[in-house]
């Protein structure tokens, strides 16, 4: 970071000033954290406004959240503070928006069994989150006889009425963003990746690529206006993909509007002490062997309690088969990382069945973090008052000493530690 006032790197040797333009480190890690959480906030307006939704609030808040982190504009750290914690708002409203906008545009989710397999023929596989992409692709691809495989993010997909539809809708591919160089080496055909979460190619696959929308990537075709010829053309002239079934049946499209209406079973499975607690364990995926954490985790979680998910950080573990109590899946995928906002409206209804709060729930957040998204996502949790959520596998760095001791005061945040120790704990 550099420090405008002493035109040094802020904090150096050469920098008279502690922090940038005299602000302390405080103020500069609270600026950091509102710089993320916007970039999450942009990501999940963007996506809505591809469907045509805006919200007015949410831009102004960007504009006016942006402009507090200009050079000598605001030193006033209890304004950041507010300023963060509104992020988390204006975030929930984002996700509340893309939400409304998916289900007007595609049906509202219901869960599916998703392959992991293979139909003979050309293939195309779609990685990303932007479920208009892959409608347009899916469109374009099927009277060209070419199969299309979610990667990632989208195989929330094919629980959509509106997606599901098609026929070339093939299965799902592959697991999270930081396989891809392996998992794209390896599969034959054409490879369209459609948001962040892209990764350089390898020289191997580098011609099979194509990219749209906001992904751009080195020496790889960009599309324009989800115009697809050269992507399904490419899959035409690749090797046809073999048929084979796949390793593992993958089930996804847990929405609100589906857990609702089955609430009463739910509510009575917990009355009747056959769920003894519910776990949100999900996130963001990354490469940190630590992370093998979530999988030992859900592992060990005893088997009268649910596991929520969504993002990709499930691909740790949403390959368990766990059964299910009385007909209600033991694992639970709500989705994409956006459809936080599912697992929310889930929380707020339990509560209001049972006439508590959030925090008196039989629930626990255990959430795996690494890009801006997820940042934005635990804003909004703070701003909604959510308590004792558990994050890893490391505290953030752009968070001060001081700043996290704040949130873990208030918020009784607290950082992961073992599978054992951390059930032991919540569970007593």
Known sequence: MFCYQCEQTAGGT????????????????????????????????????????????????????????????????????EKVLRCGEMNLRAMELLDRANVDRFGSPEPVRVSTGFKPGPGIVITGHDLLDL????????????????????????????????????????????????????????????????????????DRMFTCGIARLPEVVHIKDRDFRAVIEKAKSCPPLPGKEGSVVLTTGFHHNFVLSIA?????????????????????????????????????VPKDCVVLTLGCGKYRFNHLDLGDIDGIPRLIDMGQCNNAYS?????????KAFNCGVNDLPLSLVLSWFEQKAVAI??????????NVRIGPSAPAFLTPNVLAVIQQNYGLKLITTPDQDLNEILG
């Open 135 to 206: 409608y347009e692709l899916l469109k374009q691809a099927e009277p060209e006889g070419v199969s299309v495989y979610t990667h990632g993010e989208m195989l929330p997909a094919h629980a959509y009425p509106e997606l599901k539809k098609f026929r070339n809708l093939a299965g799902h591919y592959g697991s999270a963003w930081q396989n891809q160089k392996k998992e794209f080496d390896e599969f034959p055909g054409a490879i369209l990746g459609t948001t962040n979460c892209v990764l350089i190619p390898k020289d191997s696959y580098k």
């Open 343 to 351: 697992a929310i409206q889930v929380a707020v209804a339990l509560a």
């Open 14 to 81: 050469g920098c008279t000033k502690a922090g940038v333009c005299g602000k302390n480190e405080d103020i500069a890690s609270l600026q950091d954290t509102l710089i993320l959480g916007l970039k999450g906030i942009a990501a999940y307006a963007y996506h809505a406004g591809e469907l045509g939704a805006r919200d007015e609030q949410v831009d102004a808040f960007m504009h006016e959240a942006l402009f507090t982190t200009l050079t000598n504009v605001n030193f006033d750290l209890k304004d950041h503070i």
């Open 264 to 300: 009463d079973k739910i509510i009575g499975a917990v009355k009747a002490g056959k769920i003894r607690h519910f776990f949100l364990v999900g996130g963001c995926e990354g490469s940190k062997a630590s992370r093998s954490y979530y999988t030992e985790f859900v592992r060990k």
């Open 378 to 387: 635990l804003l909004t949790l703070l701003h909604l008052g959510v308590k």
